[in-house]
C-alpha cells in the first residue's frame, strides 16, 4: 500500500494533469464539481485532505474513477510489449487485427491486420464522414469500396471514404500485412 504522502501527491498531480488536458482553470474546475475553489487548491497543491465525497465530485468533473484520481500517474510515454498488445481474431482466425492505439480516442483507430494467404475480410462501415488510410507492409491487398477494386501495394497509401461497405482481400500465396488508420474527418475541414 502506497503511504498517504504519495497518494495525495499523485492525487495533485492528476487533477492539474487532467484538468489542464481539459483546459479547465481551477476555478472550472470547482464549479463543476460543486466545491469551493480553495478545497481544490489545497487538494491540487498536494496539502489538501480532501472527504471521499469531495473525491467523487472532482472524479466525477473530469469523467474518470476516483481510482483514476488516486493512481500513480501514467508517464506520458510507455511501450507496450508485443504479447500485450489487444489482437482480434477476424474471418475463421485468418486475419489477426492488432489494436495499435492504446489510448481509447472516439472514432480513431490505427491497427495492423495481417492476412493469411487467400484470406478476406469484411470491413466495418464507420460514421458518415469517416475516412481510413491504408498502407501495405508485405504482400498486397485488394480492397473492394462503392463498387470498384483497389490493389494496394507496400508503400502505396488508399484513402478511401469508411462510411462506405468495404472488403479486404490477400489475393496471394504469401501473408500480407497492412496498417489502417480510421479517423472521422468533421464536417467543416
Do not use: C
Amino acid at each position: 500500500m502506497e503511504d498517504v504522502t504519495k497518494i495525495s501527491a499523485y492525487l495533485a498531480q492528476n487533477i492539474a494533469y487532467l484538468r489542464g488536458n481539459k483546459n479547465f482553470s481551477q476555478q472550472q474546475l470547482a464549479e463543476l464539481a460543486g466545491i469551493p475553489r480553495t478545497t481544490l487548491t489545497n487538494i491540487e497543491s498536494g496539502f489538501g485532505n480532501p472527504s471521499l465525497a469531495n473525491l467523487v465530485k472532482i472524479a466525477s468533473a473530469l469523467s474518470v474513477s476516483v481510482d483514476e484520481l488516486i493512481s500513480r500517474p501514467h508517464s506520458e510515454s510507455q511501450i507496450i510489449a508485443a504479447a500485450d498488445v489487444p489482437v482480434q481474431l477476424r474471418s475463421n482466425g485468418r486475419v489477426k487485427v492488432f489494436e495499435l492505439l492504446p489510448d481509447k480516442l472516439k472514432g480513431i483507430f490505427i491497427d495492423r491486420m495481417e492476412f493469411e494467404p487467400k484470406a478476406t475480410m469484411k470491413g466495418h462501415p464507420h460514421l458518415p464522414g469517416t475516412k481510413e488510410y491504408m498502407t501495405v507492409i508485405k504482400g498486397e491487398v485488394a480492397v473492394h469500396v462503392a463498387d470498384a477494386w483497389y490493389v494496394v501495394t507496400p508503400g502505396d497509401v488508399f484513402a478511401f471514404p469508411g462510411n462506405q461497405p468495404h472488403s479486404y482481400h490477400n489475393r496471394q500465396d504469401a501473408l500480407a500485412i497492412a496498417i489502417s488508420v480510421i479517423i472521422p474527418i468533421p464536417a467543416s475541414a
